[in-house]
């Protein structure tokens, strides 16, 4: 059974950091592209950044660019976020998601997501 | 940028109605699409994939279908445990964005 389970959320101060741990189990997780999409309270999906099987390629949203870094341990199956300078509106649940591959499209939707770790970022 | 745009944001819907969501693309994507139902204080759920796969598991009254600039997600007899919200979402050229979200609730 795929599982994704994200850690490290929680209150932070603006311009403080963070670093979400997503820890992959029940697939060969350097097979695939990962990624993370975040929710605001009450608003829709946002992808956020996403990562190549091997690190050699990675993508943000434009809003997070320069402050966050998302980085992998394929040893320890797992994914990371490292969020720098945050801003009262980096402040939502944040999913660790497995990326489907279309050999047409490149890494794709998300097939498999996580349960969320709350990010809130205020004084 | 892609531009996602929903239609309608709410749609009010009774057990056993077909229920039809549309979603627009701001240029073309041909069928990278992918919709989503989520329910409240839940993960997303992929439902279909190139604008029409079903995904494993789903029921066979969800569709999807559409290419270019134009789809939507059919269901064709609404059930209880379908009372959610719905997104689109485009990967093309290496793009990733979501539509503003659809929610369906009870008439």
């Known amino acids: 059974e795929v599982q994704l389970v994200e850690s490290g959320g929680g209150l932070v101060q603006p311009g403080g950091s963070l670093r979400l741990s997503c820890a992959a189990s029940g697939f060969t997780f350097s097979s695939y592209w990962m990624s993370w999409v975040r929710q605001a309270p009450g608003k829709g999906l946002e992808w956020v950044a996403n990562i190549k099987q091997d690190g050699s390629e990675k993508y943000y949203v434009d809003s997070v660019k320069g402050r966050f870094t998302i980085s992998r341990d394929n040893a320890k199956n797992s994914l990371y976020l490292q969020m720098n300078s945050l801003r009262a509106e980096d402040t939502a649940v944040y999913y660790c998601a497995r990326m489907y591959y279309d050999f047409w499209s490149g890494p794709g939707c998300f097939d498999y997501w996580g349960q969320g770790t709350l990010v809130t970022v205020s004084s | 940028d892609i531009q996602m745009t929903q239609s309608p944001s709410t749609l009010s819907a009774s057990v056993g109605d077909r229920v039809t969501i549309t979603c627009r693309a701001s240029q073309s994507i041909s069928s990278w699409l992918a919709w989503y139902q989520q329910k409240p204080g839940k993960a997303p759920k992929l439902l279909i994939y190139k604008a029409s796969s079903l995904e494993s598991g789903v029921p066979s009254r969800f569709s999807g279908s559409g290419s270019g600039t134009e789809f939507t997600l059919t269901i064709s007899s609404l059930q209880p445990d379908d009372f959610a919200t719905y997104y689109c979402?485009?990967?093309?050229?290496?793009?990733?964005?979501f539509g503003q979200g659809t929610k369906v609730e009870i008439k």
């Open positions: 979402q485009q990967y093309n050229s290496y793009t990733w964005t």
